[in-house]
């Protein structure tokens, strides 16, 4: 019984802890599958991050591939920090949060859009004007929902 209340409690604090802003992070916490936010849009490709270098913005882990990275990361986390809260953006035209396997990105207009792998960024980006339109207009009803109850 004691260890059954404990389990309870156990969860019921860990789960407000992890309480705010929904984020497309995994069950620990870090978001873009692990990839380094930077990179995106240095570099232009999906760089590994590593767990030595992180930043939390707006209740998401972020990992980068070098602290020059993760220091230009927090001198401005808007301009780095993915659409739609890291979830999918062509998931977002059809007012779902799916998670992100990192790779299937791409920067438009400074902006970085993930989609949940390749074959989905493949549909996604046959119209890319017009998907940005779609979930622009669904992400305000999907924002505050927790994607698990989507």
């Known amino acids: 019984m004691i260890r059954t209340i404990f389990a309870f409690l156990f969860t019921v604090v860990t789960t407000s802890l992890w309480a705010g802003v929904d984020t497309g992070t995994d069950i620990n916490g870090v978001i873009l599958d692990g990839h380094d936010v930077v990179a995106y849009h240095t570099q ?3 760089v590994e991050g590593s767990s030595k270098y992180t930043a939390v913005y707006n209740d998401a ?3 980068f591939s070098s602290s020059d ?3 230009l990361f927090h001198s401005n986390p808007e301009k780095y920090a993915p659409a739609y809260g890291g979830f999918c953006a062509y998931g977002a035209t059809l007012g779902k949060k799916f998670q992100v396997d990192g790779k299937a990105f791409e920067v438009v207009d400074g902006i ?3 989609n949940k792998n390749q074959q989905v960024y493949d549909i996604w980006r046959k119209d890319i004007p017009g998907n940005l339109s779609k979930a622009d207009t669904q992400w305000p009803n999907i ?5 698990d109850e989507l």
């Open 61 to 63: 882990i972020y990992q």
């Open 143 to 147: 924002v505050n929902i927790p994607a």
């Open 69 to 71: 990275n993760r220091d």
């Open 44 to 46: 232009g490709t999906a």
């Open 112 to 114: 970085l859009y993930v």
